[in-house]
């Protein structure tokens, strides 16, 4: 089966477009929401207080899981292509079929990406309800990065719904297993562990800068 090139998801996109490489985009990203913070917190006094570790703990959880996003997103896609190769390698059709086959796998759908975004987006706001409680810069800051992780993460879960359900479709209807050489399996294994170890880090990052007061309320 001929291999053919991936197609590009909204972020990876929008990051070729300013033509800088992944990771310094994605620091260049990290620079602007912390340095937002500090101003921030600046104009809004914080810094003529005494040192309060509960503030910065709460304001920095939606920075630093956005980093997180978008420093874990290309090692997930590695995975992902490493998979669709190997799984590539035990499909038996013909020149034409095997074609489409890797169409489908590599194709990316930029409704359901937006669609994703938005109602990430939405249930953070529908959760947060910030219409009751915005007052001053920082608890805009905290909207507007909220919104923003929230809506990635939504993206993210699109894209990894969508990488299994191309990749459950092949294994279903094309691939012959070669029991000789099960490692060929072993890129699908990884990308489903990887996955799985992404969203558990960034679950345990938002507990590690959860207060413990939301931490026991249900």
């Known amino acids: 089966m001929s291999e053919r090139p991936r197609a590009y998801t909204l972020l990876e996109d929008l990051v070729r477009r300013v033509r800088l490489p992944w990771y310094v985009a994605a620091a260049l990203v990290a620079t602007v929401l912390l340095g937002s913070l500090v101003v921030l917190a600046y104009l809004d006094g914080v810094f003529s207080s005494p040192f309060e570790w509960g503030f910065w703990r709460i304001a920095l959880q939606s920075p630093v899981i956005i980093t997180y996003i978008l420093a ?6 590695r995975l992902r292509d490493r998979a669709v ?3 590539a390698l035990l499909v038996e059709v013909d020149q034409r079929s095997s074609e489409d086959i890797m169409r489908s796998l ?5 409704r359901s990406e937006w669609l994703a975004l938005i109602l990430g987006a939405s249930f953070w706001l529908l959760l947060s309800q910030p219409w009751d409680w915005v007052d001053n810069w920082l608890d805009l800051y905290e909207v507007g990065t909220g919104t923003v992780m929230f809506g990635l993460l939504g993206w993210l879960i699109n894209g990894a719904a969508s990488g299994t359900r191309h990749l459950t479709r092949l294994n279903r209807l094309h691939v012959k297993p070669d029991i000789h050489n099960p490692g060929l399996m072993t ?9 799985s170890m992404a969203f558990v880090g960034g679950i345990t990052i938002s507990v590690a800068f959860q207060p413990w007061e939301n931490l026991a309320e249900w």
């Open 72 to 77: 874990a997103y290309p090692l997930i896609q």
């Open 85 to 87: 190769r190997s799984l």
């Open 106 to 110: 590599h194709a990316v759908s930029r």
């Open 187 to 195: 890129p699908v294994a990884q990308w489903s562990l990887g996955i």
